[in-house]
Each structure stands twice: as C-alpha cells, then as structure tokens.
C-alpha cells in the first residue's frame, strides 16, 4: 500500500520525528538539507497529514496538498535571487487568513537560506507567535547568520544528502536499467531530483569521458582549451534538453489550468523563476561533478607516476578552487577556460 511518506527517501530519522511529532505539532519547524534530499517532499506529507488528521494518500485533502493545490496549504517560492522583504509582508497577511476549509492553515517556506535580512526581520514575530490557526514548515539548505534567530524559534529536523545506492534503488524502481541508475546516481551529489534528470540522458556517459579525458588532451596551448570547453558546453547544452522537456509540460499544464480559472493567483512568474533556477543549478551541479572526475585522473597519472607530484597537487588544486568558485555564480565559461589552459601537461 502506498504510504504519504514514499517520496521521502533515505531519511528514516526525520520521518520518524515528523511522523511523533504529529501528535502535537508546534508553531513551525525547519527543515535543513541539501538540495535533492526530499525535504520538500517532506514538507508536503507533513503538511498533509496536520490539514488532513490521516496519512491515507486516498484522502482528498491529503491529494491536494501533495499535488500543491490545496487551499490551506500555501507554498512560498522566492522571487529572484532571495525572499524579499515585500514577500515577507505577504507571508505575514496570508498567515493571518483564516483557512479556507478546515481548521489549519500551513505555510511552506522554500529555499529559506536566501532569505533578505530585512525579510527575516520582519518574519521573526509572525514565525515565533504565529496565529493559533497557523503552522509554519521552512525549508532550507543551511542556517545562514540572518538565519539563526528564526532557527532558534523552530524545531529543527535534519535531512541528509542520499547515498549513491538508495538513489539507484529507486531510480531501478522507477524503470531506469540497472547501469543507467548505477551512473545518474555516481553524478548526482545526493540530489535525487538531479538523478532523475541523469537517468534519462543518453550522453551521461559520454560526458564523463570528456572530463576523463582532458589529461590526455590538454597540451598547454590556447586553441586546445578553449576547443575543451566548446566541446563541454556542447554537452552540457543537450543534457539539459530531458530537463527542458519536463518544464514544457509543467508549463503547459499550468497554462491549462490558467485558460480554465484564470491568471490570478496562478504562480506563473514563480514556475518560470523556479525553471531558471533548476537550469542554472543543474548547468553548475553537472560540471562539478565533471570537474570531480577530472582530478581523479590527476591523481590516478600521479600514483601511476606520469605526473610530478608538484603539477598534480597543482592541478587538483586548480581544479577544486574552480568547483568553489561556481558556487560564487562566476561566468563558468571563463572560469573553466582559465583552468583548463593551466592544468600542467603529464610527461
């Protein structure tokens, strides 16, 4: 029998927590985990069962909420690069309604990491004294400074990045070959939702070869590197098309339910932000995990003695500066020509 609790995956203590947690569920709670680690999933299935009163997924409440379509359960995605302060004003007033059906309201912050300073400060007093009728469930990757107050004021549960072999089980489970799963859930960081993308892309493989192979193809000069970057970016171009696709037919289905009840309230502007988003991190995410497998091969050409141990601590070096940098949102064109073109050459 299907559980409320299946999307969750890897992270049996939280479920455990949330699940006693339900006997009695307080003001709010925070959710810290890394990208792709089903905290969202598990914000929904909370939410779902505080609104609901049952874990049954043939609940019509506990439907809508899972789908996010339930009126008493309002999701807050970020607008541009944090939650601003005007949309803090708005999650104030919208915890202040009453609920639309039942006797619960449940705000589910996304992506509260980012959050502005001056956003946090104004959400501080409704987070710690919310209305009798409200809940709050914030989701966030870490507790950043601005963060820590708020984090003081809810009960934290902790999710952790997936491993390798739980990803692959369930992609197996989802119908993907067993090799296919094995190789998206080597590249996913722990991210199930990346894997899922990795899953369905033919040139996965080939990808990873490119990077591999780069110590064998660099030879110090400037056309080399930046024909190395065309040819990654040309990759990284049509991996991006499985997830493209997807993003089409989420934007189609809401466009139908735009053409039926109209552009009020739809959350257009905040799907087309989320899918920039989602390429953007995916762009970035891939070439770390290519950059990963590009040291690797400068350790292997040292253990096997085709590289002095100067130029390979170097190039590792060089190597993981530029996986922090991406992180920083520099142009990763640049930043991946300038490695390249300075990698030492093995003998």
């Not at 709010?28 to 609901?52: C, K």
């Not at 400068?298 to 003695?305: K, M, P, S």
């Not at 590289?307 to 991406?326: K, M, Q």
């Amino acid at each position: 029998m299907a559980s409320i609790w299946d999307a969750v995956v890897g992270q049996d203590t939280a479920v455990t927590r949330l699940q006693r947690a339900l006997n009695e569920p307080v003001h709010a709670y925070l959710f810290i985990g890394p990208h792709g680690s089903t905290t969202e999933q598990a914000a929904r299935a909370f939410a779902a069962v505080m609104i609901a009163g049952t874990e049954s997924t043939d609940d019509r409440n506990v439907r809508l909420v899972m789908s996010g379509d339930h009126p008493d359960c309002r999701e807050v995605e970020r607008e541009g690069a944090s939650i601003t302060a005007e949309q803090a004003e708005w999650i104030v007033e919208q915890s202040w309604l009453s609920p639309a059906e039942g006797d619960l309201t449940v705000m589910i912050l996304h992506d509260f990491h980012l959050v502005a300073d001056t956003a946090a400060a104004k959400l501080l007093k409704t987070i710690e004294e919310p209305p009798a009728t409200t809940r709050f469930i914030i989701c966030a990757e870490s507790v950043p400074a601005g963060l820590i107050t708020i984090a003081s004021r809810c009960v934290r549960v902790d999710f952790r990045a997936i491993p390798d072999e739980l990803i692959a089980a369930r992609l197996t489970a989802e119908g993907i070959d067993a090799e296919h799963a094995s190789l998206a859930a080597t590249g996913a960081l722990g991210d199930l939702d990346r894997a899922r993308v990795l899953a369905t892309d033919p040139q996965l493989a080939e990808r990873r070869r490119a990077f591999a192979d780069a110590i064998h193809q660099l030879d110090g000069s400037g056309n080399t590197a930046f024909a190395f970057v065309a040819r990654i970016e040309s990759l990284l171009d049509a991996a991006l098309v499985p997830m493209a696709a997807r993003q089409e037919a989420e934007a189609l289905e809401l466009q139908e339910r735009i053409d039926r009840y109209g552009a009020r309230g739809s959350g257009k502007k905040q799907l087309e932000d989320r899918h920039k988003r989602e390429l953007r991190r995916f762009t970035t995410d891939e070439l770390r995990a290519g950059l990963t497998v590009m040291a690797s091969t400068y350790r292997d050409a040292l253990v096997a003695g085709r590289i002095a141990p100067d130029d390979a601590a170097a190039a590792v070096t060089a190597i993981n500066e530029t996986v922090s940098a991406l992180g920083r949102n520099v142009n990763s064109s640049l930043a991946l020509q300038r490695l390249v073109w300075s990698l030492p050459v093995p003998r």
